[in-house]
């Protein structure tokens, strides 16, 4: 059963640094799409990076860029979220989640992650 885990929200000031786990299981770290999604309250879910293992490219998502870096651990079936200069919009419950098909971040966008984990929340208070 595949399954994904995030963790490492919490309360920090604007400017300051925060960074999340999505801890993967139940399935060979290899071949994946992780994306990092975040949902502020009142809002629509929004794409925040998207990292295909199969040609090592990341996207980011337009509000994040230059701020927001991946990087992934294999040994621990880890991908970290390191989220720097944070602003009070960032303020969010962020989820990770996993596609297993192949078909890279611009394709899976289209056809949607098959598996989510649960959400956590990131507050940045002004």
């Known amino acids: 059963e595949v399954q994904l885990q995030a963790s490492g929200g919490g309360l920090v000031q604007a400017g300051g640094s925060l960074r999340l786990s999505c801890a993967a299981s139940?399935?060979?770290?290899?071949?994946?799409?992780i994306g990092w999604y975040r949902q502020a309250p009142g809002k629509e879910r929004e794409g925040v990076l998207c990292?295909?293992?199969?040609?090592?490219?990341?996207y980011y998502g337009d509000s994040v860029k230059g701020r927001f870096t991946t990087s992934t651990d294999n040994a621990k079936s880890t991908v970290y979220l390191e989220m720097n200069s944070l602003k009070p919009e960032d303020t969010a419950v962020y989820y990770c989640?996993?596609?297993?098909?192949?078909?890279?971040?611009?394709?899976?966008?289209?056809?949607?992650?098959?598996?989510w984990g649960k959400g956590t929340l990131v507050t940045v208070s002004s």
């Open positions: 989640a996993a596609d297993l098909r192949g078909m890279g971040c611009i394709l899976t966008a289209v056809h949607g992650m098959s598996y």
């Open positions: 139940g399935f060979t770290f290899d071949g994946y799409v």
């Open positions: 990292v295909s293992s199969s040609d090592g490219i990341t």
